[in-house]
């Protein structure tokens, strides 16, 4: 098992376009939001992914990974 966090709003630099265009970059990182799940020798383990958005969109997102959120995570088994 272990967490990690993406911004809401994540783009690639650089990416295939069939029409052209140019993408539409945001301004700003967005919501940041913690993903935890859990894994074996055979694949992720089913029922054990959450995802929620995170406190704070700044700094150390360690400390949101909290039993509050782990009995979350346990409680959808």
Known sequence: M???YINSS???SKCWQL????LSVPIGPGDRLIVVD?????G???NTSLIYKAKSS???YYHE???EN???LIAKN
């Open 2 to 4: 272990d967490e990690t």
């Open 10 to 12: 994540h783009t690639v």
């Open 19 to 22: 029409d052209g265009n140019g």
């Open 38 to 42: 859990a894994g074996s020798e055979k």
């Open 44 to 46: 992720f383990v089913p």
């Open 58 to 60: 700044t700094g150390d």
């Open 65 to 67: 990974m909290n039993a």
């Open 70 to 72: 782990f009995t979350k």
